[in-house]
């Protein structure tokens, strides 16, 4: 699809031409010119006229994901309203977090049991009322299925396709997940297969993006060895390994029987992307997949393996038909090594994060994007490496006590939706038209969370906070002080022979 567009206005603003190959492009050019059009305290105005803005797109995928599987959205009041929003800021891909941990509300023939309660679903119609309101403003929507792991809500419907290792469950209570995202598919058991089919067909007749997520993120080998036939697969799969490095018969990529869960998962992936592209689609994954998706193999399956495919072995998936999408930017050089193994590239930075505590706009900003040569015909992440998407996801947030849905119009443009390959603040200062987006019905709302009933107004949390953050240093400072001179007594005493402080008695042996 072509996004670019011309418009040209002229000295009094009472004539103007806006010209595009495509309704996208004169959707782009729309939002243009009413951002052109400033609020002069009393009407709204068109300055610097006479001028002609040639336009295009820097990035060809300019996303926001979603999450509406930790926490449900309504459709009318929350889901819908995004598009306009998107739609104003030019961002063009809605990913679609349809499934994790804590339920998956397809309201699938495969997973009927899949959502948190029976009416917090999203049907068939209101999915494909999503893809057609999307479609209207020139956004694309990419669903996701998480997996093999976030699986868990699955276990209430399928639970033989499930490992959902109760002990590890039980045992990690270090985050806010409270070890959901431990359990995961079983990558052994045909039900597994047959469930995945089921939804991946359901999904490709909803969903015409030649895209689909498969996840594939946090995949816990702890948690798959609590189940007896993968325990026996991974000591298999161990023996053999010893056996080939003894032998010098090596792998292509030989790796230590430490790695069976990347193996494991790359059997996993492979047979699923196989049936993925048998339906057409492209294959999105986190940057989990790098390790995954070195132990992909073009060309076709291997006998055993053949025999168990759903699409009979015809469809082919390899190392780089994978699109990776890089989150865990903290490690250095992922993006890169995603670029150097031959993988497009969906850049979806944690400092973007709409959700995610102790995340500013400030910090969005700093996040530099590098320059693009994305041809303007580009709408598929394929046609460019570096690519970008905003995220909201549901650990925190919600459709009642959170305002992020609506954060992206607060800020200039949002940091995704830049046009060029820089991020400044201060360079962006133009692009805010707050105003624009509040005569679209679209409401500017804090990036901050909305206080709940019970809690004190966020300026009098703010002003609270403050004053328990000066005590607290008051308190340390004091301390700090009280140390520092009881250790200076002590030098001091020392220096004389006589030791203010005395050594702790050794217990007898």
Known sequence: MDESYTLELGVDGSDGTLTAISEWGALRGIESFVQLAQWDGTRRVLCALPLTVHDSPAYSHRGVLLDTARHFYPLE??????????????????????????????GSTALASGALHPSLMYSASDMRAVVA???????????????PAHTSAWAFGLPEAVVTCPKRVTADVEGLEHGANKAALHPLREATYEAVSTLL???????????????GDEVDGECWLSDAD??????????????????????RRPFPPTEWTHALQAQFTRRVGRLAASMGKRVVMWDEA????????????HAGEAQASLDGGAATFG??????????????????????????????????????????????????????????????????????????LGDVADARHSSELGAIDE?????????NGLNHGADSIPRAH????????????????????SSPSWSDSTASTGALTASILLNALLVYAIVRLVKRVDRLSRQNGQPLTKAMPQKDE
């Open 230 to 251: 993968i325990r026996a697969w991974a000591s298999q799969f161990s023996e053999q390994e010893q056996q080939q490095q003894r032998t010098g018969n090596r792998r």
């Open 201 to 215: 067909h359901e999904l490709a007749a909803i969903f015409p993006d030649e895209y689909l997520h498969l996840g």
């Open 133 to 147: 309101a999307a479609f209207e403003r020139g956004i694309r929507v990419v669903p996701e299925l998480d997996m």
């Open 411 to 419: 800020q200039p443009a949002c940091a995704s939706s830049t046009s």
């Open 434 to 453: 707050v105003e624009r987006l509040l005569a679209q019905a679209w409401p500017a709302r804090s990036a901050k969370p909305e206080a709940v009933e």
């Open 319 to 392: 190392r780089t038909d994978v699109t990776i999408d890089v989150w865990r930017d903290w490690i250095h050089g992922r993006r890169q090594r995603a670029l150097h193994d031959g993988h497009d590239v969906v850049w979806s930075s944690l400092k973007w994060y709409l959700d995610l505590p102790g995340n500013t706009w400030e910090a969005m900003y700093q996040v530099e994007l590098p320059a693009a040569t994305v041809p303007a015909t580009a709408m598929a992440a394929s046609s460019a490496t570096h690519t970008g998407a905003a995220q909201l």
């Open 77 to 106: 009041t929350a889901v819908l309203p995004l598009l306009d929003g998107m739609a104003a800021l030019k961002l063009n891909v809605l990913h679609w977090h349809l499934s994790d941990a804590h339920s998956a509300p397809l």
């Open 290 to 301: 790098l390790e995954v998706a070195q132990l992909l193999e073009d060309g076709p399956l």
